[in-house]
């Protein structure tokens, strides 16, 4: 046989498991590694375990509050949490229903579901309860009027508001969310095209940079997990997750662009993504503020005149928002046509391309 032969042979024997020699189920083109099934749930596992001890997310005996949405990475979240902290820690998910009709009474469903499976707490709280209005009504608001913010970032701000409020009311030491390493790099290059400074200090496995009695910290123990592989966990693991259909108002978020650039990227050149995330945690020390200034910035916040949450000015950022919502309800700017363009765009496109967004 000629060399040739025997390359084009090499390259089309099957992938074999790096660990036991068994056939692949799961190749990871960054490493690169090849996993059967039961050394990649081992191997996904261990760095979910990793991520916790090497940012120190949470100790032993903390009570965690999971942010529980019914998708993928919130309920593999819920399942490791459970798995390995459970008995340690307490564990209550916080379900929040942002009144997307068709669809999120479906998610919430699937959430509720994993948390009777395992025995975990759980609540379940409204915008309509918390701000008096739901995202069905937000939204067609704030596509007739550019100048109220991006639907998703909206949407987040209330979800943000809404979980810390909760997380303190029920005591929680730590507020953990399903944020992947997808989501990260996309909000990494995010603040870098719309030069926010100041959102990009707040990012890491532990958001936030003051320490105030009024925050509750958020920690994101699938920091370092790929989005393809939590798909993949659940597959072989049969979590069950809600994943038919996908926020109508998610194909609005300009992080769609971003994750399909940074597939692209990733899928061109595998690795690209745990590169960018190096390079934020290398910069993060030089731009975080120092332990000089922490105290500083936390004196400078208040309570919110509304809902008592911190913030530097009278009103925090969802009370405002809330307050323009009503006032353009009020004016009656709601425009028909608006709404037509809205459904248009959600019969035309599917879960491949847009995603709910994780502001
Ligand atoms: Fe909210 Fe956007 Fe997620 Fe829909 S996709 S729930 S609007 S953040």
Redesign the pocket.
């Known amino acids: 046989m000629n060399a040739k032969k025997e390359e084009k042979k090499v390259e089309n024997s099957p992938k074999t498991c790096d660990k036991c020699k068994s056939p692949a189920s799961i190749i990871l083109a960054y490493g690169p590694h090849n996993y059967c099934e039961k050394h990649f749930t081992q191997f996904f596992e261990n760095r979910f375990k990793k991520t916790i001890r090497k940012y120190n997310l949470f100790r032993a005996k903390e009570k965690i509050l999971i942010a529980l949405s019914g998708g993928k990475d919130s309920c593999v979240l819920l399942h490791l949490m459970h798995k390995y902290y459970s008995k340690n820690n307490t564990l209550e998910a916080l379900i929040i229903d942002?009144g997307?009709n068709g669809y999120r009474e479906k998610a919430i469903k699937v959430a509720k579901e994993n948390c009777e499976n395992l025995g975990v707490k759980y609540t379940i709280i409204s915008f309509k309860s918390e701000f008096g209005i739901t995202?069905d009504k937000l939204m067609p608001l704030i596509l007739n009027n550019p100048k109220l913010g991006g639907?998703?970032s909206f949407?987040?701000t209330l979800r943000r508001n809404i979980m810390n409020k909760y997380a303190k009311k029920f005591k929680a030491d730590k507020l953990a969310t399903g944020h992947n390493l997808d989501d990260e790099v996309q909000s990494f290059v995010m603040n870098v095209f719309n030069n926010d400074f100041e959102r990009m200090k707040r990012m890491s496995a532990t958001s936030g940079i003051i320490d105030h009695e009024g925050f509750v910290k958020r920690i994101k123990p699938l920091y370092e997990t790929p989005e393809k592989e939590i798909i993949a966990y659940c597959a072989m693991k049969g979590i069950k997750h809600y994943s038919q259909e996908c926020?109508p108002?998610?194909w609005t978020?300009k992080r769609n662009e971003y994750r399909e650039m940074l597939n692209h990227f990733e899928n061109r050149f595998p690795g690209t993504e745990y590169s960018i995330l190096r390079f934020y945690e290398n910069i993060k020390p030089l731009i975080r503020p120092s332990e000089k200034e922490k105290p500083i910035l936390a004196r400078a916040l208040h309570e919110c005149k509304t809902c008592k949450e911190p913030t530097e000015r009278e009103l925090c950022k969802a009370c405002e928002m809330i307050k323009r919502i009503k006032l353009e309800q009020k004016e009656g700017k709601q425009n028909s046509k608006n709404k037509k363009h809205l459904d248009k765009y959600n019969k035309a496109l599917t879960c491949s391309s847009t995603k709910?967004?994780r502001?």
């Open positions: 942002e997307v995202n639907t998703c949407c987040g926020c108002y998610s978020a709910g967004s502001n």
